[in-house]
């Protein structure tokens, strides 16, 4: 189906950005609707279809080649589709989606196939570089030859029919008239490839390199020090198990593969601190006697929200949640039967090799003998500058990366073909808990922590996802190292880059974590199990929100007083920081020998005062809190005193500092401490804290912790596109997570007992559209985590309702 080739013609996209840029300029930022009218107005006499953007409404009637569907919008815009076949049903889904976050689509997709900088220019071409020599589109074309195999491919299909007919029958976006572009037609392949988004944005991590240049600059001994392969503690998922996990290995030198290899890599690795909470108690704990799940994935922040929320009703299944645009089915959910979940589990699931290379770099050493590179050149389009070749390159393990000529080759589970849209498909329409299990057999990928209640009050756990298995000399090793490509190191058996690849390299099914009818479950990305039958990765979260949730759940399930879904939705609120409560106490005890030891310098009555708020503080991160906007500077600036100086002087910036946990526990007697000691670090950190504190003029946490971290793509430029900026609660340890250093937090809540009640709120609105009601409208509820129902009634009349015929 082609784009509509009629629409008035508008400057380039180049002239567009001037344009803007110095309308904004001259004080246009941070429009109201009047005001956004006004700069439309001034755009006008350049486009005759830029003020058409504000009049953006739905039609009534569309016409559609699978049959007949309806659609009712709730009072938050979530739209509910109903038909008597799935494809219909799916072909109104995409239509819809697109009305809502075409320009969202548009650019994901963009992004991934690295076509950035066609709009933008050079500055994004480096970007655009990554994304083509991984050839993510390459692994979305693999993909979609299998799904197009199975029932769920004629859905996506006519979910990709629907999203073009919405491009051709209804108005723009905003983002398209002040870009001044089309979008090209959607097809099933770029489906697949926001499946490769999100799996990589939770799975792509470069760990191994980024340690192996840290222990280069730093040695290993600090490297030991500052990234344990285990933190310590005991908060695991599953808690059955508490004996001492084996030595999973160490890492090779990074003279290898280059430090400017390691940076440019370093970009484009999962956004640091991705996480999620979720947890499930049985009937037993609950005053229904229904299981409960809550959820909340922590992923990036952003105008509008990475979620989409939509209810899909047909003689298959009836099903409401979360799903990304541009992907057909709900992700994360409910049916009549059932509700699913998933959080990261953190899991090693790419390995990095050298190789020889002969002194033409035209072949690589392999197996004993020199094979050619796979090649092919691709161009990248750059607005505004001169076109540029790029020749990607492969070998038998997949994509080659290279920098400053060296060379590092890449095999991530994402790179072959994979069945998790099929395994998604199957959520919708499963009928318990036996036939969940079968199809997250087929989910393999990202690798995630899922936890599973349905109306039969059974639950589950299972990890998700392939799990490579690595040997060298036939003995299975870890993955956190680079290994020698050309001796066939760490290969994982079965593997086929951009092909279809079989189990026999993997851990099989049966032997991932999981738990059958847990009583009590809580993850937080922490570690899985303290002594795994195999490798799994070492990239987990520091224990604070898992220990703050499973103390929680514990504390009530011992009282007795069973709990309801208000319960689970407080406990989200729920804003204990366990790095306070770790280091305040200590914090105290150094200002107190500080300041009775007699503090004539400048600020001691700051420090006095700071001591006092502490002193009164309980450890929340909330917005109207004193003691957390104190905390939170000083933990910032604790981090920055202990290690800056020595990743300073190595070349390494902020994004190679260690955890928060390693921070809080390191010894007094680290060498870190050498030339100034813990509590005078500590207190010198405070001081530093206190002087930012009031030449900002904050007072209070949310006047730093705001929504300002909430951006859109286009924000920076046409800042009225941005959400307002509000006071938020939050940290990035707190159960209630909010993260305004990396715009990271809770991505969608919902709390939902299978066959019963059911909740949810996104952070900011279900439509793209700047004009829409439905922007912003879910903003404040979801700072307050006021969530509404997920329902899955149909009433009243259609909204827009489809008709048998060609669009």
Known sequence: MAVAPNRELVPSSTTRRGLLAGALAAGVGGLTLTGARELLEAFAPLSGTAWDTADRSLSERVASPHGEATVRYDENGVPSIAADT???AYFAVGYVQAFDRLAQLDLQRRVMRGRVSELAGEGSLEDDEFHVAMDFAGAAEATWGHVAETPAGPLVEAYADGVNAAIEREGLPLEFELLGYEPEPWTPVDSMLMEKQISWDLTGNFGELRRALVADRLGEDVTAELFPERLDHDVPILRESLEDAADVGSVAGADAVGTALIDWLSRFESPPGVGSNSWVVSGEHTESGLPIVAYEPHLTLMVPPLWYEQHVETPEASVRGATFPGVPFVIAGANDRGAWSFTNVGADVLDCYTYEIDADGERYRYDGEWREFDREEREIAVAGGDDRTLEVRKTVHGPVLEREDRTVGVAWTGHTATRTTEAIY?????????????????????????????????TLYYATGKLPIREVDGVAVPGNRIFDGSAGEGEWEGFEPFGESSWEGFVPFAEKPHAIDPDVLATANQRVVDDPDH???????????????????????????????????????DTHDGRAEQLVPELLEALEDRIEGGDESEGGSDLEDARETLAD?????????????????????FRELVVEPA????????????????????????????????????VAALEDALAEINEAGWETYGDWNSTRAIDHPFGAEAPFLNYPELPADGSRATVKN??????????????????????????????????????????????????????????????????EGAP
């Open 426 to 458: 199957e959520f919708e329409r499963s009928d318990g808990l036996e036939e969940l299990l079968e199809a997250t057999r087929k989910f393999d990928l990202p690798t995630q922590n899922l936890v599973y209640a349905d109306a039969d009050g059974r």
């Open 738 to 803: 909010y993260r305004v250093e990396s715009a990271v937090g809770s991505s969608w809540r919902m709390v939902v007992e299978p066959g019963g009640e059911a909740t949810a709120v996104l952070p900011g609105g279900n439509s793209g559209d700047y004009f829409s009601a439905h922007y912003d409208d879910q903003l404040e509820g979801w700072l307050a985590n006021d969530q509404t129902p997920m329902d899955r009634t149909l009433e009243g009349e259609p909204d827009v309702v489809f008709e």
């Open 86 to 88: 799935e494809p219909a």
């Open 647 to 682: 990743f300073e002087e190595a070349g390494l910036d902020e994004s190679y500092y260690p955890d928060d946990w390693v921070i809080a526990t390191l010894s007094a007697d680290s060498r870190f401490f050498a030339d100034r000691s813990r509590a005078e670090t500590m």
């Open 617 to 637: 503080w309980e450890y929340g991160m909330d917005a109207d809190s004193r003691g957390a906007l104190v905390f939170a500077r000083w933990m910032d600036r």
């Open 535 to 573: 490798y799994i990765g070492v990239a987990y979260a520091t224990p604070y929100r898992g220990a703050r949730i499973y103390d929680r759940l514990d504390e009530r399930i011992e009282s007795g007083e069973p709990t309801d879904l208000e319960f689970h939705r407080e406990l989200q609120n």
